[in-house]
């Protein structure tokens, strides 16, 4: 039988259960607190009474006379139940030198024996004490009653005033019951605030246990640095809260850039607005520096706008296999229109032949190989690129099945080996792809290509005979296209490749200019 193992308390209960405690204990230590300084300054006040009203009694001329009359008690107990009713004390009692009282709330027990020590009083000093009399427990002070009134003067009686211990505890219960409502509301007001913090606690912590939220934390570690992919996360005020390995790389970013506002990354302009925007984004393609990214962006909210969550894939690998890719599906369907225009050459050749016309055949033979060989021996005698060689004989032949005539420039040169073939590639594919979408429909529709290495760098020149771009246009920005069908990304893949390898690159009417450094300084041929 499997045992169900209980599930540990969620963070926010264990919260709540220590702050009911912390407040308890607090507010029960106030109250203890607050109990014993009540009951020490109830005693001191009742014995501060006392002594006001046994002070009074002793310094009053006629109780110095009766002292020293024939019957003290006639003259002094009218006085004493007076006195005590005004001043609230229990008992007023006057007594002789030996302790013999004159009066007592009790009349029987006038003529009875004082309980107290006296001997203090008796040396003219005053005397406080707690002790049990006829009464009961009660605060009490003793003070000398002096025959003139002096300090010192003979002392001819005694005068005790006091408050039962029973009286000032039932002052203090009333302080007591008061505090205690105080105690209770304070108790419940602390916990009706625990309980409403540690609910939104546990709404906040979904109801888990501190080793789930520690457990969780750790899977979010490690995912978030075990993706490949860019993860980058911004506050409300589009500053950057959360960024992972794989999104520093591919946004180029170093340092700590927590806290920073996305503005000031020093991001491509498209890629920070995309940052800075409100709406969620869906594959979006961007350039950073050197790489080719795919963002995704969402907004997180509930009520109010509380981040963006932003993800990166990078594309470049793909976008450079895409483009050799075309490369080849661009080869592919020109060696299909050459398969083709050979057939119809050769039934050509055949049909001259069958008619009898040899010379004419072998001379139409002969022209047209003239004409493709020049143009591959003039491609390869100059450029030692393989792979750029390849590449101007495909594109030649794709121009020529959109009517545009491809010409390498007399002054070109080209060893190999100088840049990696997938730059050039990338560079010279795309400026030769624009020119032919240019030059497509003009008169006399051609283009002209310059590669030439000397003194250091190596110059790409591509003129066509098209229009040519506008002036202020900025051709090389992500998105600009003159074709419809266009995503505007070739000729910004070929600014970030050239500045990626350090070079310039420049575009005036027809004219399109790349100058990129070397591997080593190449004498021309």
């Known amino acids: 039988m499997h045992i169900r193992t209980p599930r540990p308390r969620s963070l926010a209960g264990q919260l709540f259960a220590m702050q009911v405690v912390l407040v308890a204990v607090i507010v029960a230590g106030c109250a203890v607190f607050s109990y014993v300084s009540d009951?020490?300054?109830?005693?001191?006040?009742?014995?501060?009474?006392?002594?006001?009203a046994a002070t009074a009694v002793a310094l009053s001329?006629?109780?110095?006379?009766a002292t020293v009359s024939d019957d003290p008690s006639a003259v002094l107990q009218p006085y004493a139940e007076q006195v005590r009713r005004s001043t609230g004390v229990a008992f007023v009692t006057i007594m002789d030198v030996h302790g013999i009282r004159w009066t007592h709330p009790d009349p029987a027990r006038?003529?009875?024996?004082?309980?107290?020590?006296?001997?203090?009083?008796?040396?003219?000093r005053t005397y406080a004490e707690t002790y049990t009399g006829t009464l009961g427990p009660s605060a009490r002070v003793v003070t000398p009653i002096r025959a003139d009134g002096s300090a010192h003067g003979k002392v001819t009686g005694l005068v005790s005033a006091g408050i039962t211990v029973d009286?000032?505890?039932?002052?203090l219960q009333a302080q007591v019951s008061v505090l205690l409502w105080f105690a209770g509301v304070a108790l419940a007001l602390g916990g009706i605030g625990t309980y409403v913090i540690n609910a939104r606690l546990r709404r906040h912590t979904h109801g888990m246990n501190p080793a789930e939220l520690s457990r969780m934390h750790d899977y979010h570690q490690a995912t978030l640095h075990a993706v490949r992919e860019g993860l980058l996360m911004l506050d409300s005020g589009r500053r950057i809260a959360l960024i992972n390995d794989g999104g520093r790389e591919l946004l180029g970013l170093s340092g700590d850039v927590v806290g920073r506002s996305a503005a000031e990354l020093g991001l491509p302009a498209p890629l920070t607005g995309?940052?800075?925007?409100?709406?969620?984004?869906?594959?979006?393609?961007?350039?950073?520096?050197?790489?080719?990214?795919?963002?995704?962006?969402?907004?997180?909210?509930?009520?109010?706008?509380?981040?963006?969550v932003v993800t990166?894939?990078?594309?470049?690998?793909?976008?450079?296999?895409?483009?050799?890719?075309?490369?080849?599906?661009?080869?592919?369907?020109?060696?299909?229109?050459?398969?083709?225009?050979a057939a119809n050459r050769l039934h050509t050749v055949v049909s001259l032949i069958e008619l009898g016309r040899a010379a004419e055949a072998v001379e139409f033979a002969t022209g047209e190989l003239e004409l493709a060989q020049t143009l591959t021996d003039r491609v390869v005698g100059a450029v030692d690129e393989p792979v750029l060689a390849a590449l101007l004989l495909g594109k030649?032949?794709?121009?020529?099945?959109?009517?545009?005539?491809?010409?390498?420039?007399?002054?070109?040169?080209?060893?190999?080996?100088?840049?990696?073939?997938r730059d050039l590639v990338t560079v010279l594919g795309n400026l030769i792809d624009n020119a032919v979408d240019a030059a497509q429909g003009s008169d006399g529709a051609r283009v002209?290509?310059?590669?030439?290495?000397?003194?250091?760098?190596?110059?790409?020149?591509?003129?066509?005979?098209?229009p040519g771009v506008t002036p202020g246009d900025d051709v090389f920005r992500l998105g600009w296209s003159t074709k419809s069908t266009g995503r505007g990304l070739g000729l910004a893949l070929v600014r970030q490749t050239v500045q990626r390898s350090g070079g310039t690159v420049t575009a005036a009417g027809s004219e399109f200019v790349v100058r990129l450094p070397v591997r080593q300084e190449v004498t021309p041929a």
């Open 61 to 65: 001329p006629s109780v110095r006379r």
């Open 167 to 171: 009286r000032i505890d039932a002052q």
């Open 396 to 421: 030649a032949a794709q121009a020529n099945e959109r009517g545009v005539e491809l010409v390498l420039a007399d002054d070109s040169v080209l060893d190999d080996g100088l840049l990696p073939a």
């Open 448 to 466: 002209t290509v310059t590669v030439r290495a000397a003194d250091g760098e190596l110059l790409i020149r591509v003129i066509d005979t098209g």
């Open 110 to 124: 006038i003529g009875e024996h004082y309980l107290g020590h006296t001997a203090e009083a008796l040396h003219g």
């Open 274 to 308: 995309l940052l800075l925007a409100d709406g969620p984004r869906v594959d979006e393609v961007h350039l950073t520096a050197d790489r080719v990214v795919v963002v995704n962006s969402r907004p997180v909210s509930s009520g109010e706008h509380r981040g963006t």
């Open 312 to 341: 990166l894939r990078d594309r470049t690998e793909l976008q450079a296999l895409a483009g050799e890719l075309d490369s080849e599906r661009g080869f592919t369907q020109a060696l299909r229109a050459q398969a083709h225009e």
């Open 39 to 52: 009951q020490r300054q109830a005693r001191d006040a009742a014995r501060r009474q006392a002594t006001a």
